[in-house]
């Protein structure tokens, strides 16, 4: 959520000279959204700009063998391949990263089972439990 004047204020308070604790304790908020005010507003007056230029994405050591585990996948559908079995596969094919990286590209990518649906018998109250006398009398065996 944006606020021109609490972001005005922030940015005159601490030209000022009043530090990052003691405006997030004025305004009620917190000290990384204190923060985040002022670097936009530094990073606009320096660019002419209000856009901030994020980082570009660096590649995964994943990223090649990604086609790998998606053909895998598809080769070992029933029963299905563990995560484990194709984190040994890919180390293999010489992958230098870790099995916590493939675990999560495969959760991503992996088909996900649906549940088998719950069948609900909707009774009225009382009657789901209920039994008459006549139903167990005829069950058991009579007396000699």
């Not at 005010?37 to 980082?55: D, M, S």
């Not at 069948?119 to 039994?131: F, H, M, N, S």
Request: charged residues 35%.
């Amino acid at each position: 959520m944006k606020d021109e004047s609490l972001e005005n204020n922030i940015v005159s308070l601490s030209s000022r000279g009043w530090s990052e604790r003691r405006l997030a304790r004025e305004f009620a908020v917190s000290r990384g959204r204190v923060r985040r005010v002022l670097y936009r507003h530094t990073a606009e007056r320096e660019n002419g700009t209000e856009k901030i230029e994020k980082r570009a994405v660096a590649s995964s050591k994943l990223d090649l063998y990604k086609a790998d585990i998606t053909e895998l996948l598809e080769k070992y559908k029933n029963p299905p391949i563990t995560n484990q079995r194709i984190f040994e596969t890919i180390r293999e094919r010489g992958y230098q990263g870790g099995l916590t990286i493939v675990r999560d590209y495969i959760v991503t990518v992996r088909e996900k089972k649906s549940p088998e649906p719950v069948v609900c018998v909707e009774t009225a109250p009382g009657e789901r439990g209920r039994t008459t006398g006549v139903t167990i009398l005829s069950i058991l065996p009579l007396p000699d």
